[in-house]
């Protein structure tokens, strides 16, 4: 039987014994939770461009980026039938709002003081949004305590360590400027002392506004990457979150969302002198207001440097000048291939949509602990998941390795993360091999993987917690044999 079907019959088991309408309440949220798309939250401190990358990943200008009352509010940004807009009440109750568009992003008006309202949910017809649900989260480290403090709490029951509440994110994407004290201090907020050790299988992190880091120079990306491996090798950031890409927002939005009438300012500002274009772009503030004999108003430049910053006007100068980009959809090709979306959304996948199943029973079990105390039999049930569920021990396993607390070669334990999902939960990610490679040279591989972690787990010499490792590594083995072999 599955994690999740397991986790569904204990959930059933639990609605048919419990009597508290408050705990049978949250088991049927829980279990309604398990069949829908996974919730990922967006978070960051202030300014870190979180409604900027939620638009790039919607491909739709939907998140306001300014510093409006939405932006200070929780906002779930959910796949829908048509466009709706319903604002939850810290009462308990929810209303419908209207909206309406400006320079694409919903504006919507509140109808009541902040401190009445608990979240808003954005509904939208996307394909994108069937996989995950999105949560826009208002910025920590704002000036007015409240505002973060909303986020705070939002984020603090999906950690785990709240079971009186269920965990309301299955996963968060975190975004970094600098890796600062108290960005690593909210991570391990977040992950607390939850039912998998605290485990980083639910955080990867976006190094954002990733031009800026390069001085908005041609070569900014490149400088960004380096400085996310950089981050990505600290122990203390890699356990809290494994991942971390460079990501420039802006670049993304613009890409996912640019106008014709864009891209032919664009164009002529790469069709005039140079001498003139690259004067004009010295800075972003000259840009902006600077004469020029160049036949671009300022209020054109104006609003080209809001949507897409002095890198990406720079970079598509570039690109219309080379000949790369000859129309407004190349141009988009180009800016989204650039500006690290991509990677974004493959990361996503591996750490996040391939693991959905471990990652909504995860939240389910953490909100059934926190109704079944009186009821030692469903405690009981709830702990004997956890514990013996492989796929939370490939988890707790994976967390092990990327803390550094597991003795072994290095080749080693970079086959065992490997074999245990850490780079992708399908068969050829997990067996190192090209995913079109045939079915015979997998099961082929898997059963050499097998026979090889077997005898590590077997071998006298071998230390405890590695006989354990790898026992479960070849009990992953196992599983890609069994799967091929069906």
């Avoid at 940004?77 to 992003?105: C, H, M, N, S, T």
């Avoid at 709830?382 to 072994?408: C, D, K, N, T, Y």
């Avoid at 015979?440 to 071998?459: D, F, K, N, Y």
Wanted: aromatic share 4%; charged share 20%.
């Amino acid at each position: 039987m599955s994690l999740l079907d397991r986790t569904r019959s204990l959930l059933a088991q639990a609605s048919r014994e419990l009597t508290d309408p408050a705990a049978l309440a949250v088991v049927s949220l829980a279990s309604a939770r398990l069949e829908e798309p996974l919730r990922v939250a967006i978070a960051g401190m202030v300014k870190a461009g979180k409604s900027t990358l939620l638009n790039a990943m919607v491909g739709e200008e939907l998140a306001p980026t300014d510093a409006g009352e939405c932006t200070r509010v929780v906002t779930w940004y959910k796949d829908g039938p048509a466009y709706r807009v319903q604002v939850a009440l810290a009462d308990g109750g929810i209303e419908p709002r209207p909206f309406d568009r400006v320079a694409g992003a919903l504006r919507v008006s509140l109808g009541r003081p902040l401190s009445e309202v608990d979240s808003m949910t954005v509904e939208v017809p996307s394909r994108r949004l069937r996989q995950h649900t999105l949560i826009d989260t208002p910025g920590l480290a704002s000036l007015s305590a409240d505002v973060s403090q909303r986020t705070y709490s939002f984020l603090s029951s999906a950690s785990g360590d709240d079971f009186e509440a269920a965990p309301q994110a299955d996963a968060v994407v975190y975004l970094l400027r600098h890796m600062h004290g108290s960005d690593l201090n909210f991570l391990e907020a977040f992950h607390g002392d939850d039912l998998i050790n605290g485990s980083p299988i639910n955080a990867i992190g976006v190094l954002s506004r990733a031009d800026e880091i390069g001085g908005c120079q041609l070569d900014s990306m490149e400088a960004a990457l380096r400085v996310a491996t950089r981050y990505q090798g600290d122990e203390r950031m890699r356990r809290l979150c494994p991942v971390i890409v460079p990501v420039a927002g802006l670049l993304a939005s613009a890409g996912a969302t640019l106008r014709e009438s864009e891209f032919r300012a664009l164009a002529t500002l790469a069709a005039a002198d140079l001498e003139s274009v690259v004067s004009l772009l010295l800075t972003a503030s000259r840009f902006a207001s600077a004469p020029s004999d160049v036949p671009v108003t300022p209020t054109q430049r104006r609003e080209l440097l809001g949507r897409l910053g002095v890198f990406g006007v720079r970079l598509s100068v570039s690109l219309i000048r080379s000949g790369v980009a000859t129309n407004a959809s190349a141009l988009a090709r180009e800016l989204l291939s650039r500006s690290g979306l991509a990677r974004l959304t493959e990361v996503l996948e591996v750490q996040f949509v391939s693991r959905a199943q471990v990652l909504k029973a995860r939240s389910a079990l953490a909100a059934l602990h926190g109704v079944v105390g009186g009821h030692p039999s469903l405690v009981s049930a709830v702990e004997e998941i956890r514990a013996s569920a492989h796929e939370f021990v490939e988890v707790r396993l994976l967390h092990q390795l990327r803390s550094a607390r597991l003795p072994g070669r290095p080749e080693q334990l970079a086959e065992m993360e490997r074999l245990l999902g850490g780079l992708g939960a399908s068969a050829p990610e997990r067996l190192g091999l090209p995913p079109d490679s045939v079915p015979s040279l997998l099961l082929s591989a898997a059963q050499e993987a097998l026979t090889r972690w077997l005898r590590v787990a077997e071998h006298p010499l071998s230390a405890r917690e590695v006989r354990y490792a790898a026992r479960a590594t070849a009990r992953s083995c196992e599983g890609i044999v069994a799967s091929l072999s069906a």
